[in-house]
Nanobody
Framework: QVQLVESGGGLVQAGGSLRLSCAAS????????MAWYRQGPGKQRELVAS???????MYADSVKGRFTISRDNAEKSVYLQMNSLKPEDTAVYYC??????????WGQGTQVTVSS
């Protein structure tokens, strides 16, 4: 079975930081490009950041300079370090494969709430 489980969300004040984790199982993790997505209240799901098997990264303009995506292939995990958080970052955050051809059904995600 292939499974991705997000964790690390919570409530934080504007300007604060959180680190999200995504643990993978049931896959040869190292060959896949991974990504973090988010969906805020009343908004469409959007791509936040992605990381290739070679650890090249891309970010949405809204989070560049504030968020960092990383991966640990030995642990089959992908992380999202979020600094200088803003209220607009409030959303449910999901991890998934970056390629649309390998997307899994969306899981429960992890809630990030940023207060002003």
């Amino acid at each position: 079975q292939v499974q991705l489980v997000e964790s690390g969300g919570g409530l934080v004040q504007a300007g604060g930081s959180l680190r999200l984790s995504c643990a993978a199982s049931g896959i040869y993790f190292s060959i896949y490009a991974m990504a973090w997505y988010r969906q805020g209240p009343g908004k469409q799901r959007e791509l936040v950041a992605s990381i290739t098997s070679g650890s090249s990264t891309m970010y949405a303009d809204s989070v560049k300079g504030r968020f960092t995506i990383s991966r640990d292939n030995a642990e089959k995990s992908v992380y999202l370090q979020m600094n200088s958080l803003k209220p607009e970052d409030t959303a449910v955050y999901y991890c998934n494969f970056a390629s649309p051809r390998t997307l899994l059904p969306w899981g429960q995600g992890t809630q990030v709430t940023v207060s002003s």
